[in-house]
């Protein structure tokens, strides 16, 4: 879900090159990206509805805009949400924990996305409790 924080905010969304995704707004289906505009406290639920696993994920989307704007991302089962920061404010060091409760014998899977200009790198890190 992208929001807006200020009335006439321009939001660019690309699409990852080589996926199969598309995006349909207002009728007019989108491949590569798409720009609209959101007011002040406006939504723009961006979701996927692929059934396989392999084509549900939007994690290298790239969401632009020219004014402030919040981007929640998460889940339906389980549900789980966070509100993302923009890469400007990206870190070099972070500390990953398991999921609660972590004296079971589950998997805690974490998604390490690498962004640099002109690449991006996927890295997925299981740690077994």
């Known amino acids: 879900m992208i929001i807006g924080h200020e009335n006439a905010t321009s939001v660019t969304v690309t699409i990852p090159t080589g996926s199969s995704h598309s995006v349909t707004v207002d009728g007019t289906s989108h491949t590569g990206s798409f720009t609209f505009s959101l007011n002040k406290l406006q939504t723009f639920h961006l979701g996927q509805t692929k059934a396989t696993s392999a084509e549900a994920t939007i994690s290298q989307y790239k969401i632009v805009a020219d004014k402030p704007v919040s981007v929640i991302s998460g889940n339906a089962v389980p549900h ?17 924990i398991p999921a609660y409760p972590a004296s079971d014998s589950r998997t805690t899977t974490y998604i390490l996305q690498a962004v640099e200009t002109g690449k991006t790198r996927k890295h997925i890190l299981k740690i077994k409790a």
């Open 80 to 96: 789980r949400v966070s509100q993302l920061a923009p890469v400007t404010k990206y870190g070099k060091k972070y500390v990953l």
